[in-house]
């Protein structure tokens, strides 16, 4: 007797196979409890080409106001401008997943019900993460989309349902919730033909509704096969957002860029090493499927029988990973450490007013990212850093601009591994009473006692640099990655401490067979939930970047106040 996961998948490979998708070179099946459903090799593809599916059968804004049942009112939502792109995506979710006689049931049916990413996190489970970014990010997403829920989507969710005859039917903030949680985790930016996108009318001329939908969407020359480069999914907030991969440019028309959903394509898991990219096929030239995404292997060996077929997220440390995708990495290449200024800490700072408008004037950041791989060009870089990587410079870190020329370039500028711009902001607010007047002279002198013109951002930066050096700015940088430390080992203890946490579970969960065992009994309350073992491991590789950029910014505040002296 098949299993329920059998017996969803069977119906699932129906109604792929009813809507044209093709599985070519691979087979969908169950992975394991902390990924779901996954896809695997079954046979060598001589092109490469593992899975197959039709545009059509994506998940978009288009999409979705083309619905048969739901499309006329979504529209009208739209154009009363209740709903944006991403939202409408979330709110047909919400409400297909409700249909019993949905048309999108067995797909739906293979997706999973609850999530790893801190909005499903029980309280408990929560408090692992205070003192990280995500602690503060996930109780403010959840309140926002509380929020959106109570005073939007639940009433429009229920004008929608009435639709299809059932208008007692209660939406609760857990529909909407999983509706959310499928979109940030699965939708693609998927590079559409625009032809596709934009059907002409009898004029010759593109559809308002979707000028309208694609208005900001990146627009690219092209037409015919089109890569996502990464396979890169999509970012939810700014301070994690990453580059979005650019399409290939070929010969004629354009493309547009559309996030959505692609039933087959998204059962692909993460891995850093991708065993396939995923690709446009616009004209049928490469599947014979005009208007296709299909799954190429990446590999130019054939793929092994029963291999689990992974792509790339894109280069994404653990907050981010965990944040949308629910899952976490070990030993992370791609983790990074998020630093700020608290804004509303400048008005404390001696003569912040000054101090703000010479912020502004220069542009200055007052928040940056220190990726990992920052260190490989450090002081003290690890030692599996290559010598390529040691050479590659992060910006220029000294304004090459000198009044007085007594302000010498730094003897360790080129193993300096915090951004200039965050430098800037940090000089700026560090600055004593005398440097400020300084900074003042410098650019009175260089643009005039009568103001003729404003000082350039770059100007601002030289002067402020001559002026103060780099001491001040590295040793409040070095405050606030202690301070940083010190909120990451509030309540959870030493990086040591979460080593010894993860390494009890581990043996934890090797010995919960022995149940008659006496170290069975020791053994249970050592075991963690899979989501306080991911908040753990990212919380630990938070603990574990800010001692090392502690260390990197105490030597060069070191070297600093040695050569300023």
């Known amino acids: ?76 939502m739209f154009e009363e401008g209740e709903v944006d792109d991403r939202l409408l995506i979330t709110l047909f979710l919400t409400v297909e997943h409700l249909r019993e006689n949905s048309s999108w049931k067995p797909y739906f049916d293979m997706l999973p019900t609850t999530f790893g990413n801190p909005l499903w996190f029980s309280e408990d489970e929560l408090l692992e993460l205070k003192g990280t970014t995500l602690y503060r990010a996930a109780q403010l997403q959840k309140k926002t989309l509380q929020s959106l829920f109570d005073e939007k989507v639940k009433r429009l969710a229920t004008k929608l349902l009435t639709l299809d005859g059932h208008p007692e039917r209660d939406v609760k903030f857990e529909d ?15 590079p559409f033909p625009r032809c596709y996108i934009f059907p002409m009318d009898s004029e010759g001329q593109d559809s308002d509704i979707s000028s309208k939908i694609v208005n900001s969407a990146t627009q690219t020359n092209g037409c015919g096969s089109l890569s996502n480069g990464e396979s890169a999914k999509v970012p939810e907030y700014d301070a994690l957002q990453d580059k979005v991969a650019s399409a290939a440019s070929i010969s004629q028309g354009e493309i547009v860029w559309v996030e959505g959903l692609v039933p087959g394509i998204d059962f692909c898991n993460h891995d850093f090493k991708a065993a396939a990219t995923w690709e446009v096929d616009g004209t049928g030239a490469t599947t014979g499927v005009p208007f296709s995404m299909y799954l190429l292997s990446a590999g130019e060996n054939p793929s092994l029988i029963e291999k689990e077929i992974s792509i790339s997220y894109g280069n994404k440390g653990n907050e981010e990973l965990l944040y949308l995708y629910g899952f976490v990495m070990n030993d992370n290449p791609d983790d990074y450490l998020m630093v700020h200024y608290p804004v509303e800490a400048i008005q404390n700072v001696d003569f912040s007013d000054s101090k703000a ?17 920052l260190l490989n060009r450090g002081f003290f870089p690890p030692s599996n850093s290559s010598e390529e990587d040691k050479d590659k410079p992060v910006s220029s870190q000294v304004c090459n601009y000198s009044w007085s020329g007594q302000r010498k370039t730094p003897s360790y500028v080129h193993n300096l591994v915090f951004p200039a711009n965050f430098l800037n902001a940090l000089r700026t607010l560090a600055m004593k009473e005398n440097e400020l007047y300084r900074v003042s002279s410098l650019l009175e002198e260089l643009v005039g006692s009568g103001g003729e013109r404003q000082p350039t951002d770059t100007e601002v930066q030289a002067a402020i640099w ?41 043996t934890a969960e090797t010995s919960e067979d022995c149940k008659e065992s006496r170290t069975s009994d020791i053994a249970q309350n050592h075991l963690l939930s899979r989501n306080k073992q991911s908040s753990i491991i990212y919380r630990r590789g938070q603990k574990q970047l800010t001692r090392l950029f502690v260390k990197e910014a105490e030597h060069a505040l070191q070297l600093a106040l040695t050569e300023e002296l």
């Open 1 to 76: 007797m098949a299993t329920p996961e059998e017996a969803k998948l069977h119906q699932f490979l129906q109604w792929l196979e009813l809507n044209r998708a093709e599985l070519r070179g691979c087979r969908i099946k169950y992975s394991e409890s902390s990924k779901g459903f996954g896809i695997f090799s079954s046979n060598h593809a001589s092109d490469g080409i593992l899975l197959v599916v039709p545009l059509d059968l994506a998940i978009t804004p288009m999409s979705v106001l083309q619905d048969p049942l739901l499309g006329p009112e979504c529209r009208a």
């Open 357 to 373: 408008q010479l912020l502004e004037a220069q542009k200055a950041e007052l928040r940056c990212l220190l990726p990992r791989s």
């Open 176 to 190: 909407f919730l999983w509706a959310n949680s499928i979109f940030w985790s699965r939708a693609l930016n998927i």
């Open 466 to 506: 001559e002026a103060c050096g780099d001491s001040g700015a590295l040793q409040l940088l070095v405050d606030l990655l202690n301070m940083k430390m010190l909120d990451l080992e509030e309540g959870s203890g030493t990086e040591e401490n979460d080593t010894e946490l993860l390494e009890k579970a581990r």
